[in-house]
């Protein structure tokens, strides 16, 4: 007895008869509105966050005025000689501005800054000349040269960086409070 050969054409299944077209249409027509009533809505979404952002400047970071105070403490102890001190304090102040008034200071040479139309624009109009003076105040310590020791020299930078870091974050706290109430 041979064994049963099952016909092959029997295994095959049948498919529908004449879909319409019209049903697929339709899937792909919904699918293809619901695709672009999402990308819309995103898209949407991002103009009114970019709008609100421009609109209020988000308040800085609190810890930009606490990480420059602590790095002046620190460099107040250390009591480096008057260059390293006029690098030191340079940097604290100009890290200080690039975050908090995002000035490009901190990325400019100082003959750079100095030659900019629009250096400082971003700081408070009230404490733009203290900052351009203690500035070139520490920029002249800092090209002079020499490891000249002078701890009362030192002190007073800090102390002035110190102040100049309060009065900053001062105004621009009270003229965020002065715009809120006009607004």
């Known amino acids: ?53 421009r609109r209020k400047k988000l308040p800085p ?11 002046l403490s620190t460099l107040e102890q250390d009591a480096p000689p008057l260059r390293e001190c006029s690098l030191r304090v340079s940097m604290i102040l100009r890290t200080y501005l690039a975050g908090q008034t995002h000035d490009p200071a901190l990325y400019e040479t100082h003959e750079e800054f100095s030659r900019r139309m629009d250096s400082l624009a971003a700081v408070p109009a009230a404490c733009r000349e203290q900052t351009r003076e203690l500035l070139e105040s520490l920029a002249e ?29 001062e105004t621009q706290a009270a003229e965020a409070a002065a715009a809120k109430t006009r607004s």
């Open 61 to 71: 970071s609190p810890g930009l005025l606490d990480n420059a105070l602590a790095a």
């Open 1 to 53: 007895m041979q064994p049963t050969v099952p016909n092959i054409l029997e295994a095959i299944p049948e498919l529908e008869k004449d879909i319409p077209v019209e049903s697929f249409a339709a899937q792909s027509l919904g699918q293809l509105l619901l695709i672009a009533g999402i990308v819309v809505a995103i898209i949407i979404g991002l103009v009114i966050l970019l709008i609100c952002r």
């Open 141 to 169: 310590y800092k090209y002079a040269g020499g490891e000249k020791q002078d701890p009362l020299q030192v002190n007073a930078m800090v102390t002035q960086a110190r102040d100049l870091l309060h009065r900053i974050s």
